[in-house]
Structures are given as C-alpha cells and as structure tokens.
C-alpha cells in the first residue's frame, strides 16, 4: 500500500547531540512537511518542501534544518537539541497539482526524547 | 492565536452515545478538514468540507460548517471505544497552510 513511513518511532538522543529523522513515502507527492507536536498540543508547521524548493516558517529555530534528496526521501536534522526539542515530530505528504489547504496524508511520527 | 479552535477541549462519552466538537476559526478559508489521532500515532484525514457546502457526511460522521458563524462541528454518531482519539480540525487562511486547532480528546467509555 501507498504510505508515508518514518523512522525510527522512537529516538532517544543526548543533550547537545544531534540527531536525524527520516521520512519516506511511496505516494509521489510532490509536497513534504515536517511538523512538531508537544503533548496535548496541535501540530506545529517547521518547514515544507514543494518538490526541492525549501520553504521555513518564520517562527522555526535555526537548530532545525532539512534535505531532500529525493522525492521519496526526506529528512529533518536538529544539531543541536534541546530539553524543549522533546516531541512528536510529523512528517506528512500531499499531491502535486493539488492547492497547500487540501488533503494531507501523514505518517505515524517520531517520537524523540532528549536526555 | 491559533487560526482554529475545537471545543471542548475534553469529552467523555458511552459506547453507543453521539459526540459533537466544534471548531471556530477566524480568517475566510477554502475548505475546512477534520483529522483523527490516536494515541501516539500520526494524524489521518476524516473529511473534507468547501466553503460552498453547509453539511457533509461519511459514514458515521457528519460535518456542518456555518461560514457566517465562522464554525464548524463534527458529530460522530453511535460512538464505538475505537473512536478515542484527539479530534482536530484544520483550516487554510487563503493563500497559507493548514493550520492546525488545539484539538478534542474524546474518550468513548465501553
């Protein structure tokens, strides 16, 4: 089946130490998001990719940054993180052709824990 | 602020029971959605209502929006236990993204 896989589930890092989460899928979208999710809390837009074009939202913290290597593959790099970086982290796709405030398709998100 | 905000923000019901949340929002929009999250896992995408519908149904859900009122309500008719999830509704101020409201926790009692 189409889907948007990311892994790993569950990532635990250190203080200060940075870490990578990837985000793959098999739908061809041409659009990628990353989201961060505190407990309790909406999801909150980082940045997205509209094919290889890197669009940041104003608000996010220079200690996150993203690739795209390819249409399939996306990851989200946080350099350095920080006790306050512990969250759900989204990653979710959408079509080509279709408008930002249409149908998006997400995956079952990363859970990072900062020690 | 939030462009969306669900109310209530907690709700717990018996099996079998109906469960209506509702959304206001504060900008023109072009669609507004509903998602679903389980517990721990990513967001799925329940329905979809245009600015130019007034009511939409699927399944056991049914979806109102009132654009005048700037709302929109969820009713998820003859609840199940595998319907506990967080309820989200998202709206896209036009020209922008999907923003995402605070969210219902429903909790459907066996």
């Known amino acids: 089946d189409a889907m948007v896989i990311q892994n790993p589930r569950y990532q635990v890092t250190q203080f200060g130490k940075p870490v990578t989460l990837s985000c793959s899928q098999t739908?061809?979208?041409?659009?990628m998001y990353w989201y961060q999710q505190k407990s309790s809390q909406a999801p909150k837009l980082l940045f997205h990719?509209?094919?290889?074009?890197?669009?940041n939202e104003a608000d996010t913290p220079d200690n996150f940054q993203s690739r795209r290597p390819n249409t399939s593959f996306c990851f989200l790099d946080i350099r350095s993180p920080g006790l306050g970086d512990a969250a759900m982290y989204l990653c979710?796709?959408?079509?080509?052709?279709?408008?930002?405030?249409?149908?998006?398709?997400f995956g079952p998100g990363t859970r990072l824990t900062v020690l | 602020s939030q462009q969306g905000e669900e109310d209530p923000q907690a709700l717990s019901i018996q099996e079998g029971e109906n469960a209506t949340m509702n959304c206001s929002y504060k900008t023109s929009i072009n669609n507004l959605q509903w998602y679903r999250q389980n517990s721990g896992r990513g967001l799925v995408h329940l329905i979809l209502i245009r600015s130019n519908e007034r009511e939409k149904h699927s399944g056991r859900l049914r979806v109102t929006l009132d654009t005048s009122k700037k709302s929109s309500s969820l009713l998820i008719t003859a609840s199940r236990a595998a319907d506990t999830a967080s309820y989200f509704c998202a709206t896209a101020p036009s020209g922008s993204r999907l923003t995402f409201g605070e969210g219902t926790q429903l909790t459907v009692n066996p």
């Open positions: 990719y509209y094919d290889k074009d890197f669009n």
């Open positions: 739908l061809n979208h041409n659009v």
């Open positions: 979710a796709t959408q079509p080509l052709g279709r408008e930002y405030f249409d149908e998006q398709f």
